[in-house]
C-alpha cells in the first residue's frame, strides 16, 4: 500500500498511477492492508449504510459516547464540584483539549484552545486583529463557506467600513478551484488580512497554507484560516509556517458530534491583547473568581474563549481524539489521499458523465471528493434512497467524503457502482428537483 | 402553606409572618404540605450533600439525562440525517427550545431562540443594538457580573468608543443592592441603552425589569436584561413590559448542565435588522443552504443564532423543561419565595453573626440568599466539608441558594443548623483564607 501511495502521490493521475482501472479484487486487497481498517470498529456506523458524509457529520466513536456518559455520570454526583475536581476538570477544558489538538495542527499547546463554535471564533479573531493601518481590506474568495463571509463583513461594519468596499473577493477561474497565483496577486498594500479556508468546502481544493501566508506577511498583512474541512485529516504547520490565526470545527473529520464547539490557534506573538469578543471564560484564570470588572486576558488563546463552555458537547471531542492519536495524523492523511485516488480513479473509469471537480494532484486536494453532474440534486437523492449518504452542493456536485476513520477502499468501490448503476438507468429521474443539505 | 406565603409577601419580615421563630417540626410539615416535593425524585442529588447551589449548577433531572441519551443515539443511528429526521430535528432545534422558553420568559415564541453562551448573546445583542445616535452611553450597575461589563466594553471599543467615556455606571449605596430610584435618574439623552441584570448574582436582589424598562423608553433608550439569575425561578413578561432584548443561560435554575447553551429574547419589533454577530445559523432558513455570500436575518429572534447549535449540550435542557413546565412557573416561584422567606428567618433567629445581604421583601428577591460575614470564605469551606453545597461570593458572601426544584424546607433549617455549628464552634477557623468558586 505504501507503494501505490508513493506512486500516486508521485503522479498527478491516479489512474495511470496503477496503470489499469481498479478492480474490487485490488479494492478488497488494499482493504486487506490497511493498518487503520480496524478503526472502524471503534464507531458507530449506521446500519446497511455506506457513509461518505464525515466531512459534514463524523460518526460516533465508542470512545466519543463514554467520555460524554463519564461527563453525564461527573455532573450527577459532583455537580457545581465537577468544575475542579472533575476527571478532567471543567473549569480547564477547553484549554486541555487545546493541548491535545495542537500536534494535530502544528501548534504549541498554549495557541490552541476549544470553544465557541467557528462562526463566533472567526468574529473574535477579525474582530480583535483587523487593523486598517495595516491595509483597511480583508482578502477572501468567492468559493468561501458562507458564514465566513457573514462574519467578516459584520466585523468590517463593527469596524465602521463599508463590507462592499473593505471586502476584496479573489475569484475563482473555474468554477470549481482559487488559483493561489491569483490569491497572492491580490494581496497589496490595501490588504490588511488574508482570510481563507485550507481546504474549500465544495471542491475539497487543498490551498498552501505556508505560501499564502508568507504573501500576506511580505505585504505587511495578517493570514488567517478556517481549518473547518481539514483539520483531523490534513496535517498542519500553523506555527512552523507562522499562520496568525486559525478557526476550524470538531464534528467532521474529528467526529465530536454535532455542533461540537470550534476550534481555535493564535500565535503566540499575539498572545497579550484583549478579544474584540472578551468573555469571563478568556480572563486569566487565576484571578477569575475575583470578579473584577476591568478585564485581564489570559496570556494564551485561551484568552479567546468567552462564555462558559459547553462542557456535554466538549467532551465527546475527549473521547473522538482517542482515535486520532491512536491513528496518527500522518497515517489518516495518507489513507485518505490513497481512497481519494481510488475514487477519483473509479469516476474517471466508470463514470463518464461525472466530471471530478476536484484537485487531482494529492497535495491539492483535502478529504473528500467533488463528482460533478448537471443532475447532482437528484443523483445525491437516488444515492441516499440507495443507502449511500453524501451531499449535495449547489449547483452540480454530489459530495464525496471517504473517511478514513471509517470508510474503506471497497466502500468507496461499491458508492461508485451505486452512482453508475444511477446514471445508466437514469434511476434520478424519479427523484424530484430541489436544493438542500445540512454541512 | 398558601396563606404563610401569601403572609410573607405581604410582609417585609418573614420572622415576624409567622409570629414564632421557625422550627424543625415547622420545617417538615411545610415539606409534608409543599405540592412540588415530589419534583426532588426526578433528580439526581448528589448522595449525603445537600445542595444549595442550583443558582451555579442545576442538579441533572433524569429526564435530561434521558434526552441527552436519545440525541446521541440519533448521532449514532441517523448520523447527518438528524439535522432533519431526528425527532426533535436538530436543524430547528434553538427555534423550538425557544418555543419551549418563551412562556417562562413572557415574550411570543418567534421572540425566543436558544443558542450561543449568554456572553457571546450579550455581544450580538448590544453590539446590534446600540445606537450612539440614541445617546452615546450605556448605563450598568456596579454590582454586575464581570462578563457583562467586558462584553459590553469590548462591545463600544468595537464602535470607537472608548469605554471609560461611554459606560455610565450606577453605584451601589451599600456594596449590596442597587436603587432601582438611582438607576432611574441615571438615564438621561446621553443614554442610549439600559442594561441590568434582572436578578444581581451575589446579593440576590430581584430589580424592577417594568419599571427600567419604561424609565429607559421615556428617555429614548433601549432596554436589556441578563436574566441569568431569575429565569427559571421568577417569572418574567418581557412582551408585556416592552423590554427590547435580554439573554440568560440555562445551567442554574434550568437545569441543562454545565455550559448548556444560552438563550435569547428580542422583541419582535426588532426583528429584521442584521445582527452584530451574523452567522450562517441566524440566516432564513428557508435559503440557508442556497449557500449566498449575502446574508438575509430569519424574520424572528432566531436571526441572533450564529454558528452551529451544539445539539449535546442543548438536548439536557429539552429534558429539563419539562419538569419545570410540569411544575409550573408560578408554583416554583411561589415555593422559592417561601424557601428563601424560610431561610432569612432561620438566620435572623439562629445566625446573630452573620447578616442577611438580600432585600426581605420577597418582590425584590430572586431565588438565593447572602448570608454575609467577614469569614465568609472559610465558613464556606467548612460548610463544604460538612456535605452542604454553597457558593462563596467574595468579599463576604455565603450564597444560599434553595432550588425549589429539590429543595425542601427540612433541608434550610439543616443547613442553618450546619451555619450555627460551624459559628459556635468557630469550626471555620480549621480552614484556609483564600478566594475562589465557580458561578
Given at each position: ?11 498527478a ?29 471503534r ?7 455506506l ?5 459534514s ?8 459516547a463514554?467520555a ?14 465537577g ?5 478532567p ?5 477547553g ?7 495542537a ?27 483587523y ?17 465566513d463571509?457573514?462574519a ?18 479573489v ?12 490569491i497572492?496577486?491580490?494581496i497589496?498594500?490595501?490588504v ?23 504573501a500576506?506577511?511580505?505585504a505587511?498583512a495578517?493570514?488567517g484560516?478556517?481549518?473547518?474541512h481539514?483539520?483531523g485529516?490534513?496535517?498542519h504547520?500553523?506555527?512552523?509556517v507562522?499562520v ?21 490557534y ?8 484583549t478579544?474584540?469578543?472578551?468573555g ?14 476591568t478585564?485581564t486576558?489570559a496570556?494564551s488563546a485561551?484568552?479567546f ?10 467532551a ?6 482517542n ?5 496518527g ?10 481512497l481519494?485516488?481510488f ?8 463514470l ?40 449535495f452542493?449547489t ?12 470508510v474503506?477502499f471497497e ?14 438507468d ?8 430541489r ?5
Open positions: 500500500m505504501d507503494d501505490s501511495r508513493d506512486d500516486a502521490d508521485a503522479d493521475s491516479p489512474e495511470s498511477s496503477a496503470g489499469r482501472p481498479p478492480t474490487l479484487t485490488e479494492a478488497r486487497e488494499r482493504d486487506a492492508d490497511d493498518p487503520l481498517a480496524t478503526l472502524r470498529e464507531f458507530f456506523v449506521p446500519d446497511g449504510e457513509y461518505m458524509d464525515g466531512n457529520l463524523g460518526l460516533c466513536a465508542a470512545d466519543a463514554a460524554l456518559e463519564e461527563a453525564v455520570e461527573q455532573w450527577q454526583t459532583l455537580a457545581i464540584r468544575w475542579t475536581d472533575a476527571d476538570d471543567w473549569f480547564t477544558y484549554e486541555r483539549l487545546g493541548d491535545r489538538l500536534g494535530l495542527v502544528g501548534a504549541d499547546p498554549a495557541e490552541v484552545v476549544v470553544g465557541n463554535s467557528t462562526t463566533v471564533n472567526i468574529h473574535t479573531l477579525v474582530g480583535t486583529f487593523d486598517p493601518d495595516r491595509g483597511a481590506e480583508i482578502l477572501v474568495n468567492d468559493l468561501d463557506f458562507p458564514t463571509h457573514y467578516i463583513r459584520a466585523q468590517l461594519r463593527q469596524a465602521g467600513r463599508d463590507p462592499e468596499e473593505a471586502l476584496r473577493v475569484e475563482s477561474r473555474d468554477g470549481r478551484t482559487v488559483d493561489e497565483d491569483d497572492v496577486a491580490a497589496d498594500d490595501d490588511g488580512m488574508v482570510f481563507m479556508p485550507s481546504v474549500l468546502y465544495r471542491s475539497g481544493q487543498l490551498l498552501d497554507v505556508e505560501r499564502i501566508t508568507e500576506a506577511h511580505d505587511g495578517l493570514a484560516f478556517d481549518l473547518a481539514s483539520v485529516v490534513v496535517p504547520r500553523l506555527s512552523d507562522g496568525d490565526f486559525a478557526v476550524w470545527c470538531h464534528y467532521k473529520y474529528l467526529n465530536a458530534g454535532p455542533g461540537a464547539p470550534a476550534g481555535l493564535v500565535n503566540e506573538r499575539h498572545f497579550g491583547v478579544p474584540a469578543l472578551a469571563w471564560w478568556g480572563h486569566e484564570k487565576e484571578t477569575q473568581f475575583e470578579m473584577r470588572h478585564y486576558p496570556p485561551g484568552a474563549q468567552i462564555g462558559t463552555p459547553p462542557i456535554l458537547a466538549a465527546p471531542l475527549d473521547g473522538a481524539l482515535v486520532t492519536e491512536d491513528a495524523i500522518e497515517a489518516l492523511r495518507e489513507k485518505s489521499v490513497a481519494t485516488d475514487l477519483v480513479a473509479l469516476v474517471d473509469d466508470r463518464p458523465d461525472c466530471e471530478v471537480g476536484t484537485p487531482r494532484e494529492a497535495a491539492r486536494r483535502g478529504g473528500h471528493v467533488a463528482v460533478e453532474h448537471p443532475e447532482a440534486y437528484r443523483i445525491s437523492e437516488a444515492l441516499k434512497a440507495r443507502g449511500v449518504v453524501v451531499d452542493r449547483p452540480n456536485v454530489v459530495r464525496v467524503c471517504p473517511s478514513p476513520y471509517y474503506g466502500d468507496v468501490y461499491r458508492v461508485v457502482e451505486h452512482l453508475e448503476a444511477i446514471l445508466d437514469r434511476e434520478y429521474e424519479r427523484f424530484e428537483t436544493g438542500g443539505g445540512v454541512t
